[in-house]
């Protein structure tokens, strides 16, 4: 491997910035050259790429965002997109490629590494945790620690004034957000779409905790199918329970913005450095994951099947812990 190109894809997350660092560094550190390709698969098709030295990449591990910029592309769902992709990579001369994002960045990696024979490994880059094959995803630590914040806060004025808050958290088909943000913050309630909602039970237990006058804070991941959404539910509730003083808070973008904690830039590095030294050793067609603290590789069509399994242990926490 002479040239890598890296390049960041998808929905952004805080730690991608510390993955492009480590990333540039580390094919430094063995004397292999690195471009960076700006707004994913759709710079790669128009050939924007830009020199990475050190300097490039210095002051930008606690940023959030990524410099490289990000894009969802539709043109390289195209064999025609992917065959332009390819001939810019070629006239750059670059002989590998380290791909950060989540399901759909894998995706696009799958297709075009097997359509060309083209050695890429994957980074796991999204809040969402929704990646098989990791324990924890770049930006997720981050995500939960942001939604922690602003749940608290939440908290504060739902105290004073006895309201119940409905609190809708990301996760478009997953809810390990809620999951762990609900338990962090001491959520009365977390609906999210692996589990079944049921409405029925949720209002039997505000019922039984109706006379206790205090918060209640009640959080629905975005991708829960069950209830119709916070709104939906805000509804039901006003309507059996009037006397329940009830808002809405959606938190929305917040929660893919802002410093990397310490956990998410250093599992970027780790996972960096595993990259680029298993490219150097043929590896591809693999997202580097870490799983139970060790380094981790999962062919790419594995880490996007969905099927990252909700921890039981957490659930029956919430359940002991809540209401
Ligand atoms: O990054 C994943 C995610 O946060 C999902 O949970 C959410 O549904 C989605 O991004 C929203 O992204 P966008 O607004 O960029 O389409």
């Known amino acids: 491997i002479r040239k890598i190109g890296v390049f960041t894809s998808g929905g952004d997350s805080p730690g991608m910035n510390a993955a492009i660092r480590a990333v540039v560094r580390t094919a430094i550190f063995y004397n292999i050259e690195v471009l960076g390709i700006k707004r994913g698969y759709e710079g790669m098709i128009n050939g924007e790429f830009m020199d990475m030295d050190r300097k490039s990449v210095a002051n930008?591990?606690?940023?959030?965002?990524?410099?490289?910029?990000?894009?969802?592309?539709?043109?390289?769902?195209?064999?025609?997109?992917?065959?332009?992709?390819?001939?810019?990579?070629?006239?750059?001369?670059?002989?590998?490629?380290?791909?950060?994002?989540?399901?759909?960045?894998?995706?696009?990696?799958?297709?075009?590494?097997?359509?060309?024979?083209?050695?890429?490994?994957?980074?796991?880059?999204?809040?969402?945790?929704?990646?098989?094959?990791?324990?924890?995803?770049?930006?997720?630590?981050?995500?939960?620690?942001?939604?922690?914040?602003?749940?608290?806060?939440?908290?504060?004025?739902?105290?004073?004034?006895?309201r119940l808050f409905i609190v809708e958290v990301m996760g478009r088909d997953c809810g390990l957000i809620a999951l762990r943000s609900g338990i962090g913050v001491g959520?009365?309630?977390?609906?999210?779409?692996?589990?079944?909602?049921?409405?029925?039970?949720?209002?039997?237990?505000?019922?039984?905790?109706?006379?206790?006058?205090?918060?209640?804070?009640?959080?629905?991941?975005?991708?829960?199918?069950?209830?119709?959404?916070?709104?939906?539910?805000?509804?039901?509730?006003k309507l059996k329970f009037p006397q329940y003083d009830t808002r809405v808070s959606i938190l929305g973008h917040i929660q893919r913005g802002g410093k990397p904690t310490c956990m998410d830039r250093v599992l970027a590095s780790r996972l960096a450095v595993a990259a680029v030294e298993n490219l150097m050793t043929g590896r591809k067609g693999e997202m580097v994951g870490l799983i139970h603290g060790k380094i981790a590789f999962t062919p790419f069509d594995h880490a996007i099947k969905h099927h990252v399994e909700i921890n039981k242990d957490l659930l029956k926490i919430v359940e002991i812990l809540s209401l």
């Open 187 to 237: 959520a009365e309630s977390i609906m999210i779409p692996e589990t079944k909602t049921d409405m029925a039970a949720l209002m039997h237990r505000l019922e039984i905790s109706r006379k206790d006058k205090s918060s209640k804070i009640l959080i629905v991941a975005e991708g829960e199918g069950d209830s119709g959404g916070a709104f939906e539910i805000a509804d039901k509730i």
């Open 60 to 162: 930008i591990i606690q940023r959030g965002g990524t410099i490289l910029k990000t894009a969802r592309s539709m043109a390289f769902l195209t064999p025609e997109g992917r065959k332009e992709a390819y001939d810019q990579l070629k006239g750059a001369e670059i002989d590998a490629l380290i791909a950060i994002g989540g399901d759909g960045t894998f995706t696009g990696a799958k297709v075009f590494g097997e359509e060309y024979d083209f050695p890429i490994l994957g980074l796991p880059g999204t809040i969402d945790n929704d990646l098989f094959g990791t324990d924890f995803t770049i930006g997720y630590d981050t995500s939960i620690n942001t939604v922690t914040d602003a749940i608290d806060k939440i908290r504060d004025t739902a105290e004073s004034h006895d």
